[in-house]
């Protein structure tokens, strides 16, 4: 069997080497970011600890919730395409579901340490987090699916997010927002006219500034959501495109009948001469007398 030979020394058949490179991309399966269930805070766009105070024409596309707090301010003036959940069973449960996610995303592994400051930059899917634990975006970052709508990016921080004002967040090759995770462990904070996307979940707090829009959620464990003219919906994952096969439709030929048509026999009736026949003689007997010729005596 024919062998590579590497370095000199190292020899490897092309069965080894089939297994490494299988081995390998294994691993980098294995290393991918696993999308993290929401539990019931899945339904909410804003869902906050203490209060959420809002200023401005808000919308909010989406349930929105607070536990154990019970302040909600500026409502209206913004509008709530949802429901209001306020320390009742729905919202506790939601806090609940929100912190076993938190815990998931702290727990994701491997990480890959990247600079800071996301702006300017393309980004694969994978788990992310810096070497001071902060991430800022200023200008545009872009998340690249690399055609594979189910790809999942978590960008971690040991403290804060922060994005400046008109910076962008653009989703190229299949991304979805429901599949971002931005975990944050202290407070997040949105700059004006930012365009952002994914699901923000923080430890304390977040603020959007004014005119801030959010494709993702809100979510802050244990302190307030602060709004300001801001837009936040709701993402949704899209569903799973199923292949629909179209059985074809059958071309049926029909035989062409041929009519061959065979010309009509006609006969020649035949006669028969009528044959005279010769009468046959009829020959009548005088009947016999037995004592014609005798005289009668005596007489």
């Known amino acids: 069997m024919k062998k590579f030979k590497l370095s000199g020394f190292l020899q490897i058949t092309p069965i080894v080497f089939l297994l490494l490179a299988i ?108 070497a001071d634990g902060t991430f800022a975006i200023t200008g545009a970052l872009t998340l690249d699916g690399q055609g594979d709508p189910d790809a999942v990016f978590i960008f971690k921080t040991a403290t804060t997010l922060i994005t400046d004002g008109a910076s962008t967040i653009s989703l190229i090759n299949g991304v979805q927002a429901c599949n971002v995770f931005w975990y944050v462990g202290s407070s997040a904070t949105l700059g004006a006219n930012s365009v952002f996307k994914g699901n923000i979940i923080t430890f304390t707090s977040a603020t959007l500034t004014t005119g801030a829009n959010v494709e993702g959620r809100v979510l802050a464990r244990n302190g307030a959501v602060t709004l300001d003219s801001s837009t936040v919906t709701k993402a949704v994952c899209a569903a799973p495109v199923v292949p629909v096969i179209v059985e074809p439709t059958p071309i049926v030929t029909s035989t062409p009948v041929v009519i061959i048509e065979l010309p009509v026999a006609t006969t020649t009736p035949i006669v028969t001469p009528a044959t005279s026949s010769t009468p046959t003689p009829v020959v009548i007997s005088a009947p016999a007398f037995p004592n014609a010729g005798i005289a009668p005596s005596g007489k």
């Open 23 to 130: 081995g390998f991309f294994g691993l980098m399966r294995a290393n991918a970011a696993t999308k993290v269930s929401l539990g019931t805070a899945d339904n909410f766009a804003v869902l906050a600890g203490s209060a959420i105070t809002n200023t401005g024409s808000s919308v909010i596309n989406g349930d929105l919730g607070i536990t154990p707090g019970t302040s909600i301010t500026g409502f209206p003036e913004g509008v709530i395409n949802g429901l209001t959940q306020v320390a009742n069973p729905a919202a506790v449960q939601a806090q609940v579901d929100l912190t076993t996610a938190y815990l998931n995303l702290s727990g994701q592994t491997p990480v890959s340490t990247i600079p800071t400051e996301l702006g300017g930059t393309t980004q694969m899917p994978g788990i992310y987090d810096s």
